[in-house]
């Protein structure tokens, strides 16, 4: 805060002319490929130079939607490593043959910037745009195998390391982008949408306890746990009708994980959330 303090002192002691050329010495200094960032900044188009635009990210959204953007499954094996020690190994990897990896990277980093801004219906927007995607896989040319089924998530390729940003980040980021807009629900609806959000893949590694230090409304962590005990308490009667026997699949794995993670999130709010002395907002 005292950095902003400073720039509006210093900007208080300039002339008109002296600010339009500050922004003109910054102009020159910009290169080609940014020029037209810089020019959509200036206008207030863009709050955020290095980010894609908006419409450049729907595009983007759209052309994964329907297959175009696709990443490439390599699977190879190795019976001897560059050292010449044996391995007998499969190893597998996924090509990223349009590039779009990076680009991801700028939004996600730019969705950042711009809470800080406190430009929050745009984060929310664009989170819940991109981190639903889900990425078409096809088989290399190099692949000696091929087994993947489903679809690619934004979860994954953080996960294979294919992007800078922390899954963390942008899950937290994601959810307290939607906090932030509670004026846009009561708290039941707002509570629904936030336990459903911790459930998306991205979220995975987060609790409901990240957004103690958010101003929310009083009664939203007692919301959300209400709305978890009750669905606990269905899924594990359901559990045990879908599974009445110890034999292993899929199906129950994932049912499994969707349950722990209900209960996690129960577990997080008894824990931290509700005794946390977090500021609320007046009923």
């Given at each position: 805060?005292?950095?902003?303090?400073?720039v509006?002192?210093?900007?208080?002691?300039?002339?008109?002319?002296?600010?339009?050329?500050?922004?003109i010495?910054?102009?020159?200094?910009?290169?080609?490929?940014?020029?037209?960032?810089?020019?959509?900044?200036?206008?207030?188009?863009?709050?955020?130079?290095?980010?894609?635009?908006?419409?450049?990210?729907?595009?983007?959204?759209?052309?994964?939607?329907?297959?175009?953007?696709?990443?490439?499954?390599?699977?190879?094996?190795?019976e001897?490593?560059?050292?010449?020690?044996?391995?007998?190994?499969?190893?597998?990897?996924?090509?990223?043959?349009a590039?779009?990896?990076?680009?991801?990277?700028?939004?996600?980093?730019?969705?950042?910037?711009?809470?800080?801004?406190?430009?929050?219906?745009?984060?929310?927007?664009?989170?819940?745009?991109?981190?639903?995607?889900?990425?078409?896989?096809?088989?290399?040319?190099?692949?000696?195998?091929?087994?993947?089924?489903?679809?690619?998530?934004?979860?994954d390729?953080?996960?294979?390391?294919?992007?800078s940003?922390?899954?963390?980040?942008?899950?937290?980021?994601?959810?307290?982008?939607?906090?932030?807009?509670?004026?846009?629900?009561?708290?039941?609806?707002?509570?629904?949408?936030?336990?459903s959000?911790?459930?998306?893949?991205?979220?995975?590694?987060?609790?409901?306890?990240?957004?103690?230090?958010?101003?929310i409304?009083?009664?939203?962590?007692?919301?959300?746990?209400?709305?978890?005990?009750?669905?606990?308490?269905?899924?594990?009667?359901?559990?045990?009708?879908?599974?009445?026997?110890?034999?292993?699949?899929?199906?129950?794995?994932?049912?499994?994980?969707?349950?722990?993670?209900?209960?996690?999130?129960?577990?997080?709010?008894?824990?931290?959330?509700?005794?946390?002395g977090?500021?609320?907002?007046?009923?």
């Open positions: 805060m005292r950095f902003i303090n400073q509006i002192e210093q900007l208080n002691g300039m002339s008109e002319k002296e600010k339009e050329d500050w922004i010495s910054q102009a020159r200094l910009t290169e080609e490929k940014s020029q037209q960032d810089f020019l959509m900044s200036l206008s207030g188009e863009k709050k955020i130079m290095y980010m894609p635009s908006r419409q450049d990210i729907e595009a983007f959204c759209e052309r994964v939607e329907k297959g175009f953007i696709y990443l490439e499954y390599v699977a190879r094996y190795y001897f490593d560059d050292d010449g020690r044996y391995m007998d190994e499969w190893q597998v990897w996924y090509n990223d043959p590039g779009v990896m990076p680009f991801l990277n700028k939004i996600f980093k730019g969705c950042h910037d711009l809470l800080i801004l406190n430009e929050n219906k745009t984060v929310a927007d664009i989170l819940d745009r991109v981190c639903r995607l889900e990425f078409r896989v096809e088989e290399a040319e190099e692949s000696e195998d091929f087994d993947y089924e489903g679809a690619f998530t934004i979860e390729a953080i996960r294979e390391g294919k992007m940003v922390d899954i963390q980040s942008v899950g937290t980021d994601w959810v307290t982008s939607v906090v932030r807009l509670t004026d846009r629900w009561d708290g039941r609806e707002l509570a629904k949408i936030l336990v959000l911790f459930e998306q893949p991205v979220c995975r590694t987060i609790n409901p306890s990240v957004l103690c230090k958010e101003v409304p009083e009664d939203l962590f007692p919301q959300m746990l209400d709305i978890l005990d009750a669905e606990i308490m269905n899924e594990e009667i359901m559990f045990s009708k879908m599974f009445p026997d110890d034999a292993d699949s899929m199906e129950k794995e994932l049912f499994e994980k969707k349950l722990k993670k209900k209960q996690e999130m129960a577990a997080d709010i008894r824990a931290n959330c509700l005794a946390a977090h500021e609320t907002m007046p009923q």
